[in-house]
Protein backbone atom coordinates (compact mmCIF):
# COMPACT_ATOMS: atom_id res chain seq x y z
CA UNK A 1 0.00 0.00 0.00
CA UNK A 2 1.49 3.34 -0.84
CA UNK A 3 1.02 6.20 1.95
CA UNK A 4 0.11 9.76 0.45
CA UNK A 5 2.25 12.36 1.12
CA UNK A 6 1.78 15.60 0.89
CA UNK A 7 4.52 18.44 0.38
CA UNK A 8 5.85 22.04 1.42
CA UNK A 9 7.82 23.83 -0.92
CA UNK A 10 9.86 27.52 0.04
CA UNK A 11 9.17 29.74 -2.92
CA UNK A 12 13.25 30.85 -4.28
CA UNK A 13 12.17 34.03 -5.88
CA UNK A 14 9.00 36.27 -7.07
CA UNK A 15 8.39 37.39 -10.71
CA UNK A 16 7.86 40.62 -11.30
CA UNK A 17 6.25 41.19 -14.64
CA UNK A 18 3.61 43.91 -16.31
CA UNK A 19 0.54 41.99 -15.71
CA UNK A 20 -1.78 42.38 -12.29
CA UNK A 21 -4.82 40.99 -13.40
CA UNK A 22 -5.30 37.41 -14.87
CA UNK A 23 -7.48 39.08 -17.73
CA UNK A 24 -4.53 40.99 -19.05
CA UNK A 25 -1.82 38.18 -19.18
CA UNK A 26 -1.75 35.75 -22.70
CA UNK A 27 -2.76 32.16 -21.87
CA UNK A 28 0.64 31.34 -23.21
CA UNK A 29 3.82 33.48 -23.24
CA UNK A 30 4.63 33.06 -26.73
CA UNK A 31 1.41 34.00 -28.14
CA UNK A 32 0.47 37.36 -27.85
CA UNK A 33 -1.73 38.37 -30.24
CA UNK A 34 -4.17 40.68 -29.16
CA UNK A 35 -2.13 41.70 -25.86
CA UNK A 36 -2.31 45.55 -25.01
CA UNK A 37 1.27 45.92 -26.61
CA UNK A 38 1.27 43.42 -29.11
CA UNK A 39 4.98 42.28 -28.03
CA UNK A 40 6.68 39.94 -25.30
CA UNK A 41 6.18 41.05 -21.87
CA UNK A 42 9.26 41.18 -20.17
CA UNK A 43 9.67 40.55 -16.18
CA UNK A 44 12.07 40.07 -13.20
CA UNK A 45 12.98 37.13 -11.34
CA UNK A 46 14.44 38.57 -7.89
CA UNK A 47 15.61 35.33 -6.12
CA UNK A 48 15.00 35.85 -2.57
CA UNK A 49 17.77 36.46 0.56
CA UNK A 50 18.74 32.70 1.52
CA UNK A 51 19.33 31.64 -2.36
CA UNK A 52 23.60 31.85 -2.57
CA UNK A 53 24.13 33.50 -5.56
CA UNK A 54 26.17 30.63 -7.08
CA UNK A 55 22.98 28.41 -6.90
CA UNK A 56 22.54 30.49 -10.59
CA UNK A 57 25.75 30.66 -11.43
CA UNK A 58 26.18 29.73 -15.58
CA UNK A 59 22.69 29.90 -15.83
CA UNK A 60 23.59 33.20 -18.07
CA UNK A 61 24.62 30.91 -21.65
CA UNK A 62 21.20 29.52 -21.47
CA UNK A 63 18.67 31.14 -23.83
CA UNK A 64 15.76 29.46 -22.89
CA UNK A 65 14.44 28.26 -19.13
CA UNK A 66 11.64 26.73 -17.64
CA UNK A 67 10.03 28.08 -14.55
CA UNK A 68 8.28 26.16 -12.05
CA UNK A 69 5.70 28.18 -9.85
CA UNK A 70 2.37 28.25 -7.92
CA UNK A 71 -0.55 29.56 -9.28
CA UNK A 72 -1.06 32.25 -6.32
CA UNK A 73 -4.39 32.98 -7.07
CA UNK A 74 -6.17 29.73 -8.16
CA UNK A 75 -9.24 29.32 -6.66
CA UNK A 76 -9.93 25.66 -6.11
CA UNK A 77 -10.01 23.02 -9.37
CA UNK A 78 -12.84 21.13 -11.39
CA UNK A 79 -12.11 17.95 -12.87
CA UNK A 80 -13.80 19.35 -16.37
CA UNK A 81 -12.84 23.15 -17.89
CA UNK A 82 -13.85 24.92 -20.83
CA UNK A 83 -10.37 26.02 -22.82
CA UNK A 84 -10.13 29.54 -23.57
CA UNK A 85 -9.60 28.85 -27.50
CA UNK A 86 -12.80 26.97 -27.42
CA UNK A 87 -14.59 23.76 -28.39
CA UNK A 88 -16.18 21.57 -25.03
CA UNK A 89 -15.43 21.09 -21.64
CA UNK A 90 -12.11 19.12 -21.24
CA UNK A 91 -10.23 17.21 -18.32
CA UNK A 92 -8.41 19.50 -16.00
CA UNK A 93 -5.38 17.36 -17.45
CA UNK A 94 -5.80 17.66 -20.53
CA UNK A 95 -5.30 21.27 -20.49
CA UNK A 96 -2.97 23.70 -19.18
CA UNK A 97 -5.87 25.82 -16.85
CA UNK A 98 -4.37 27.60 -13.78
CA UNK A 99 -7.47 25.73 -11.72
CA UNK A 100 -5.62 22.19 -10.58
CA UNK A 101 -5.84 19.70 -8.11
CA UNK A 102 -2.66 20.97 -7.06
CA UNK A 103 -1.72 24.80 -8.44
CA UNK A 104 1.43 24.05 -10.04
CA UNK A 105 2.80 25.55 -12.91
CA UNK A 106 5.27 25.35 -15.73
CA UNK A 107 6.13 28.04 -18.26
CA UNK A 108 9.06 28.31 -20.76
CA UNK A 109 10.76 32.12 -20.80
CA UNK A 110 13.72 33.66 -22.57
CA UNK A 111 16.55 35.00 -20.13
CA UNK A 112 17.81 37.94 -21.29
CA UNK A 113 20.12 38.47 -18.80
CA UNK A 114 21.24 37.85 -15.30
CA UNK A 115 21.97 40.45 -13.24
CA UNK A 116 23.69 39.64 -9.57
CA UNK A 117 20.41 38.08 -8.25
CA UNK A 118 17.75 39.48 -10.40
CA UNK A 119 16.90 37.23 -13.86
CA UNK A 120 15.71 39.26 -16.80
CA UNK A 121 13.06 37.70 -18.60
CA UNK A 122 10.96 37.57 -21.88
CA UNK A 123 7.87 35.72 -23.18
CA UNK A 124 6.50 35.56 -19.88
CA UNK A 125 3.26 34.53 -19.10
CA UNK A 126 2.89 35.25 -15.15
CA UNK A 127 1.35 37.55 -12.75
CA UNK A 128 3.53 40.15 -10.95
CA UNK A 129 3.89 38.48 -7.46
CA UNK A 130 4.15 34.99 -8.78
CA UNK A 131 5.96 32.55 -6.30
CA UNK A 132 8.89 30.71 -8.25
CA UNK A 133 9.52 27.17 -7.08
CA UNK A 134 12.52 26.12 -9.26
CA UNK A 135 14.30 27.13 -12.44
CA UNK A 136 15.43 24.27 -15.01
CA UNK A 137 17.41 25.50 -18.12
CA UNK A 138 16.05 24.50 -21.08
CA UNK A 139 17.61 21.72 -22.96
CA UNK A 140 16.71 22.18 -27.22
CA UNK A 141 18.16 18.27 -27.73
CA UNK A 142 15.92 16.55 -24.27
CA UNK A 143 12.74 19.08 -24.10
CA UNK A 144 11.98 19.74 -27.88
CA UNK A 145 9.63 17.20 -29.47
CA UNK A 146 8.21 19.09 -32.33
CA UNK A 147 6.86 16.59 -34.16
CA UNK A 148 4.63 15.16 -30.70
CA UNK A 149 0.61 14.58 -31.15
CA UNK A 150 -1.05 17.09 -28.96
CA UNK A 151 -4.71 15.19 -28.65
CA UNK A 152 -7.44 17.52 -28.96
CA UNK A 153 -5.34 20.61 -29.44
CA UNK A 154 -4.51 19.71 -32.64
CA UNK A 155 -8.19 19.18 -33.74
CA UNK A 156 -8.63 23.06 -32.57
CA UNK A 157 -5.87 23.83 -34.70
CA UNK A 158 -7.18 22.38 -37.43
CA UNK A 159 -10.52 24.54 -37.21
CA UNK A 160 -9.02 27.94 -35.88
CA UNK A 161 -5.66 27.97 -36.58
CA UNK A 162 -1.97 27.09 -34.88
CA UNK A 163 -1.49 30.07 -33.26
CA UNK A 164 -4.76 31.68 -32.23
CA UNK A 165 -5.45 32.41 -29.00
CA UNK A 166 -8.29 34.91 -27.46
CA UNK A 167 -6.64 38.20 -26.51
CA UNK A 168 -7.00 39.68 -22.83
CA UNK A 169 -10.61 39.75 -21.60
CA UNK A 170 -12.63 42.74 -20.78
CA UNK A 171 -13.01 43.18 -16.84
CA UNK A 172 -16.25 42.00 -15.75
Request: charged share 25%.
Amino acid sequence: MIQEQSFTYRPIGLLRSPYSRRIEAPHQGTVIAGTETGDFATATLELRDWLEEKAIQDLGGFQRLWLIFAFHRSEGWKSNVKPPRGGPKRGVLATRSPHRPNSIGLSAVELVRVEGKTLHLRGVDLLDGTPILDIKPYVPYADAFPDSKAGWIDEMDAKVGRYFAPGPRKPR
